[in-house]
């Protein structure tokens, strides 16, 4: 599911463990980064990363499958691989456990749990919905830039959290939109979004506010952590 959290668990995961690899390495958004600089780019950067280079050249995919292979099976590495969608990309980037040392992990963060699957991953999490409690938290900051509602609010807030339905994403828009509007104005949003399909209404709030969402204190770390005990042990390659 788009905007669960999938990519802040993993982010707080690896600022915890790089340490204890030779090199690591997140390539953020796979699916679009191969549309728009190509798989080739994404290798360079992979490679670039690990190996603490400014550049390198790589004549095509399977120059860059080669060069990963050669110069990074001794290494042990932490390689983060985020919205992945086909197989083409797992295959460029991170096909065999052989390609890298020992020790090795390979997370990937993906929508598709067929993919997954068929690729062979050790271990698999699905992050899970907000509770209440920090739904409710999370869109309140976003509407009030506090961690409770304001009185005037109250009716209406509790309403659309539970639309929000433990959905980041969703209750991150919601509160962005509707952020420094009347009462009377909730309560109007709150009949519309009654009368509309979620995703129809989330696709429009989203356009409106053209994604610029304020980042809040405890969004990487608190929401995240609860998430992180759960997540299962990566076994290392």
């Known amino acids: 599911m788009t905007g669960i959290g999938k990519t802040t668990i993993v982010k707080v995961i690896k600022n915890r463990i ?9 390539l953020e958004d796979v699916q679009l980064g191969s549309k728009h600089g190509g798989l080739v780019g994404l290798q360079k950067k992979l490679l ?9 050249h790589l004549s095509d995919i399977d120059d860059g499958i080669d060069k990963i292979r050669r110069r990074l099976r001794n290494k042990k590495v932490l390689i983060i691989l985020d919205n992945v969608d086909n197989f083409r990309q797992l295959d460029a980037l991170a096909k065999e456990r052989s390609w890298f040392g020992n020790g090795s992990r390979i997370i990937v963060i993906c929508r598709d749990e067929h993919l997954l699957n068929a690729h062979g991953m050790d271990a698999k999490y699905e992050v899970p919905s907000l509770n209440f409690h920090y739904a409710r938290r999370l869109f309140s900051w976003y509407a009030f830039r506090q961690l409770s509602p304001l009185n005037d609010y109250a009716d209406c807030f509790h309403e659309i959290v539970r639309y929000g339905g433990g959905h980041p994403l969703a209750l991150k828009v919601l509160g ?9 104005e909730w309560t109007a949003a709150l009949e519309q979004l009654k009368s509309t399909l979620h995703g129809e209404m989330l696709k429009y709030l989203e356009t409106a506010i053209n994604l610029r969402l304020r980042e809040i204190p405890f969004s990487t770390e608190a929401l995240a952590r609860k998430n992180i005990a759960r997540v299962p042990q990566f076994r290392a390659l």
């Open 176 to 184: 962005s939109f509707l952020s420094n509007k009347s009462p009377p």
């Open 18 to 26: 790089l340490s204890e690899f030779d090199g690591n390495c997140l």
């Open 48 to 56: 670039c990363d690990i190996l603490r280079v400014r550049t390198l």
